[in-house]
C-alpha cells in the first residue's frame, strides 16, 4: 500500500491550496478515503472523508470551506482548501478509512504533505 500527498505549501490567510494524494497497492475504488492533520504540538485531527459509495463527511470546522473528491480511475483523492486561516497550518495525511482520531483508525497512511498558512 502506497499513499503519496502533493500540494501544499505556503499560502496567506484567505487563499487556496489544493492538496492531492494517489494511491496504490489496494483496490481504490472500494475504499474509504480520508484527510487528516496534525498540527505541531498537537494530535490527529480528521478533516474529511469520501466514502466508497462517493458520499463526503466534513469536520464541523471545514464544512463550507473544504471539499473531498476522488477519481477511482486514477486511483486519486483530492482537498480542495478555501478561505485558509492561519489555524489551518498542519501537515497533512491522505489515509485509508472513512473516519478516526487516531493514527491506528486507519489502514495505513501516507508521509504528508506541509501547510503553512500565515501573512
Known amino acids: 500500500v502506497q499513499l503519496v500527498e502533493s500540494g501544499g505549501g505556503f499560502v496567506q490567510p484567505g487563499e487556496s491550496l489544493r492538496l492531492t494524494c494517489v494511491a496504490s497497492?489496494?483496490?481504490?475504488?472500494?475504499?474509504?478515503m480520508s484527510w487528516a492533520r496534525q498540527a505541531p504540538g498537537k494530535g490527529l485531527e480528521w478533516v474529511s472523508a469520501?466514502?466508497?459509495?462517493?458520499?463526503?463527511n466534513y469536520a464541523d470546522s471545514m464544512k463550507g470551506r473544504f471539499t473531498i473528491s476522488r477519481d477511482n480511475a486514477q486511483s486519486t483523492v483530492y482537498l480542495q482548501m478555501n478561505s485558509l486561516k492561519p489555524e489551518d497550518t498542519a501537515r497533512y495525511y491522505c489515509?485509508?478509512?472513512?473516519?478516526?482520531?487516531?493514527?491506528?483508525?486507519?489502514?495505513?497512511w501516507g508521509y504528508g504533505t506541509q501547510v503553512t498558512v500565515s501573512s
Open positions: 489515509a485509508i478509512g472513512g473516519y478516526g482520531t487516531t493514527w491506528y483508525d486507519f489502514g495505513s
Open positions: 497497492g489496494f483496490i481504490f475504488s472500494r475504499s474509504d
Open positions: 469520501i466514502y466508497s459509495n462517493g458520499t463526503t
